[in-house]
């Protein structure tokens, strides 16, 4: 079986999740991909959940965790942590850079990498070159690049 994780910029359309869900569909039944790594910081995350959410129904060999860069906050006491996951070791690096050590974590575990890149900036954009220099298969669901 085999890992698959996300990058994508904190902001992105809804229009995406029919590729999306698509791609996903591909690496479950032609990649035997079971096992899939989310962020926890923005839009694309949220629909990448929501699209696997909807396929852990279809497929239900299927995991995915929502990795966490932090500690959930006592505030939100009141979210459902079941699906989530703090990669070990994570508590010793300084919160500036938390996000950063786990976006590596999780490409460390991966073997596929899905992608949601607008523009050459941003974490986003770096994660995807570094998944490229580390010769992961990379999907790509936006590749047009504004600036």
């Known amino acids: 079986m085999a890992v698959c994780t996300f990058f994508g910029h904190r902001n992105c ?4 999740k029919p590729k999306l869900r698509a791609t996903l569909i591909n690496l479950i039944i ?7 790594y989310v962020g926890h910081q923005g839009q694309f995350d ?4 929501d699209v696997l959410n909807e396929l852990k129904i279809e497929y239900p060999i299927i995991r995915f965790y929502i990795t ?18 703090l990669p070990n070791g994570i508590e010793s690096v300084h919160p500036r850079y938390a996000i950063v050590w786990r976006n ?7 073997d596929y990498v899905v ?5 050459s900036w941003g ?12 010769k992961k298969t990379i999907f790509e669901l936006e590749t047009t690049f504004s600036d």
């Open 115 to 119: 992608t949601y890149i607008t523009h």
């Open 46 to 49: 949220t629909i990448v959940c």
């Open 104 to 110: 590596n974590w999780m490409l460390r575990q991966s």
């Open 68 to 85: 966490l860069a932090y500690m959930p906050k006592k505030e939100s006491s009141d979210a459902d942590f079941s699906n989530s996951l």
């Open 123 to 134: 974490g986003a954009a770096q994660f995807a070159k570094k998944a490229q220099v580390q």
């Open 13 to 16: 359309p809804e229009s995406i």
């Open 30 to 36: 032609n990649y035997d991909v079971d096992t899939f």
